[in-house]
Structures are given as C-alpha cells and as structure tokens.
C-alpha cells in the first residue's frame, strides 16, 4: 500500500502566515502539520510516500521534509499545477500509485488515533474505498455522507441543507478503481473534481465503500482557530520533560522544556512546549501554549497561543491569549496602555502596541 499527501492549495484562511510559508508548514505544538500525516504513514507500515505540491511552496516544502529518511518513509513530490480539485489531485498522483491501493491524507489534518488500525481494516477487508467520517454541528461546510443500513448511500459536497451531520474526515483510502471515477466525472460548479463525486460514482456502480465514523479528535487546521484548537488537543498528549535550564522558575502541570531554553524567574503551567534556544525571563506562559525555537518572553504573560520560531514579546502589562504569532515578530509596549491584546500576525514582522 502507498500513501498520498496532498500539501498543495493556497492556505488563503490562514493568510498573512501563508504568504511567506506553506500552510502545512504551520507549527503545530512546535511540529509541522505535515509532520504528523507523514508520521502516520509510517506507523501504519507505509514506507512509500508521494506528496503533491504547489509550484508556489512546493521547494520549501522539498526543503523541510526532504527524502523522508528521517521519518522511515520514501517520499515521492509530485506537482499539481492548479488546484482543481481532490479528485484531481488524485489522477496527478496516478503515475506515482500506479496499481496500488492507497492512502489519501489532507496534509493540513490531524487525526489522534492515526490510521493503523484502518489500513489493517482496509487489507483484511479489501472494499473498493474507505472513508472516514464524524459528527459535526456545521456540516454545511463539509463534505457530507448520508448512510443507509450502514452503508454509504450518498455524499455531497458543502450542501445547503444537510440531510447528516457526518463529515468526511480528510482521510480516504481507496483501491485503483478510483482513477476510473475521477476520469468519469465532470468538474463541480466551482471548477473543480470533487472526491465526493468521485465517490458517489464508485456507489452508483456498486461499488463497495465502507464509512468508518471516527470517535477520537480529528482537526482541520485550514484557520486560525482550528490552529489553536489542534495545539490545545495535542498539548493534552505533552511528555513532560525539562532538558532546559530553570532559574528561580516554577513549572506547574505537563511541560516540555526542551534543551537549551531557559527561564529565569518566570511561571510556567503546562501543557506546554518551551523550544530550545527560547528564553523566557520575569514572565508567565499558562496552558496550551507553544513556543517555537528562539523565542524571547520578557515582562509578558501568554497563554492558549502559538508563537513560531525568532519572535520576541516583551514589556506588556496585559495577558496575550489565543494568538497565533508568526515568524520573527516582535511585539512590544508603546508609549499607549491597551488593555488586551489579540493578534495573528505574519512572518517578519515588527509591531509596536501603543
């Protein structure tokens, strides 16, 4: 079996940080997203990996996840000139899986449970797709499946009157007779070769499609809330460990402090992750908040953010929460006293508060 990546599209929801970086690149507790969907194959067995990509993010996608040694796995990058749609993505990919069967994966999801025990489910039962779904309160947004007897019956994509609350879980795997349904059908309104109609053709023809509702945590990190939902989520999940230096610190709860941080009279309540080379001095970092590698908090109290790599924050007199803080950003007092602050600011970056 191989596995698909699909890492392309234009992350436009989490614009400004996607201007200057994939949106899959996006840290999520101080790990790609990427990361977890590539891991994923690799504990389920899957050694060859193709990743589809942009032409506008594809080399530093290239960049950070390499050869895929360093995860166990081959990867394969595979370009896919537009964003036309899943279905797409999929007949781009078919040099690469040939006539194999597969394993699709969103490459801005994360899935708790991973997928082990569904790709045994899928060789030992051998349907012609699987497809996982779960309960959501808004699956006008979705792709959405209605089921029969068990069974798939239908599945439309964002409909305006949803007859089900089960949405498709950016997660498929399917066997080669999907190349036959994405050949098949005609592009949606919006242009685009929709998986769900793919689908629906393998279940107008008889095919066999079997729904797995997923029980555990499953997040789509396409905007700015679900990036901080997804960070809480797997924060939950933090080994504790403190490789740092701690002077005249205190460290409450589950912390990750990796090494070459330190804290210098500073409060820290896990879950947390502290990056190595982070320094936080006279400061407090309260639960579910991660801070990327090189990150400087002096005279600040952050809590329920994401601040990535080289930003610093200093000299506040109120609390940041739920924050998603980019690249290289320095955010500091200015002559004004704002009372609270809540920022998504992108890479580069140098914002004074007044």
């Known amino acids: ?5 699909l890492s392309g599209g234009k992350g436009t929801r989490l614009r400004p940080l996607t201007h200057t970086s994939a949106k ?3 840290p999520v507790a101080n790990k790609p997203v990427l990361f977890y969907g590539i891991e994923a194959m690799a504990a389920a067995g899957i050694t060859e990996v193709g990743i589809i990509i942009a032409p506008e993010t594809g080399d530093e996608i290239r960049a950070v996840a390499g050869d895929g040694s360093a995860f166990g796995v081959s990867i394969t990058y595979i370009e896919q000139d537009e964003p036309l749609g ?3 993505a999929v007949l781009t990919a078919h040099p690469f899986i040939g006539d194999s069967p597969f394993v699709m994966y969103l490459g801005d999801n994360l899935l708790r449970d991973g997928i082990v025990e569904l790709v045994e489910t899928f060789a030992s039962e051998k349907p012609d ?3 996982l779904l779960t309960r959501v309160p808004d699956p ?3 792709g959405v ?3 029969s007897d068990g069974s798939v019956s239908r599945l439309v994509e964002k409909p305006q009157d949803p007859q089900s609350d089960l949405a498709l879980v950016g997660v498929y795997m399917f066997t080669p ?3 036959d349904a994405a050949n098949a059908i005609e592009p949606s309104a919006r242009g685009e070769l929709e998986i ?3 689908i629906q053709w393998l279940v107008d023809g008889g095919r066999r499609v079997d729904p797995h509702i997923v029980h555990g945590w499953w997040k789509d990190t396409g905007q700015v809330q679900d990036m901080l939902e997804a960070n809480r989520l797997i924060l939950d999940d933090v080994e504790e460990r403190h490789d740092g230096e701690l002077i005249d610190s205190r460290v409450e709860g589950r912390v990750c402090i990796e090494a070459g941080a330190r804290l210098e009279r500073a409060l820290v309540r896990g879950p947390a992750i502290i990056g190595a080379g982070t320094t936080v001095t006279d400061a407090y970092i309260g639960p579910y908040t991660a801070l990327g590698e090189d990150v400087t908090i002096e005279h600040a109290e952050l809590e329920h953010s994401i601040v990535l790599s080289g930003s610093t924050v200093r000299d506040l007199d109120s609390r940041i929460e739920a924050s998603l803080i980019g690249r290289n950003v320095t955010i500091c007092r200015g002559p004004a006293l704002p009372r609270a602050y809540r920022f998504v600011v992108g890479d580069n970056a140098d914002i004074a508060i007044l």
């Open 177 to 179: 007779s999907i190349f």
């Open 1 to 5: 079996m191989k596995g698909l990546i």
């Open 145 to 147: 499946a209605e089921l």
């Open 140 to 142: 006008e947004h979705y």
């Open 196 to 198: 769900t109609d793919a």
């Open 86 to 88: 899943l279905a797409h």
């Open 24 to 26: 899959q690149l996006v």
């Open 129 to 131: 797709a699987l497809i």
